[in-house]
């Protein structure tokens, strides 16, 4: 047994119970992962350009991600 007592208001708050599950991680994760095939597949035939649209891709998940959370369907900040 431990000898350490946390008094109740030291106890951090409570996690949320999405853990992540949210519209704009989806949206990220899922752009994401079709950007990173896009540029493997780009650069072990070569084309470049399957690269860059690769490239693309994994900007345009990052924004809207970042759009989706700001917009209130991510993870709370608080």
């Not at 030291?10 to 899922?30: K, S």
């Not at 998940?61 to 917009?71: C, I, M, N, P, Q």
């Amino acid at each position: 047994m431990s000898s350490i007592e946390i008094a109740p208001e030291d106890l951090p708050e409570v996690a949320h119970t999405n853990h992540g599950r949210t519209t704009a991680a989806w949206v990220t994760n899922v752009g994401l992962i079709i950007a990173a095939l896009l540029v493997s597949f780009g650069i072990a035939i070569p084309v470049w350009a399957l690269v860059w649209v690769g490239v693309g891709i994994a900007v345009v998940a990052l924004v809207a991600g970042a759009a989706l959370r700001a917009l209130g369907h991510g993870q709370p900040l608080e």
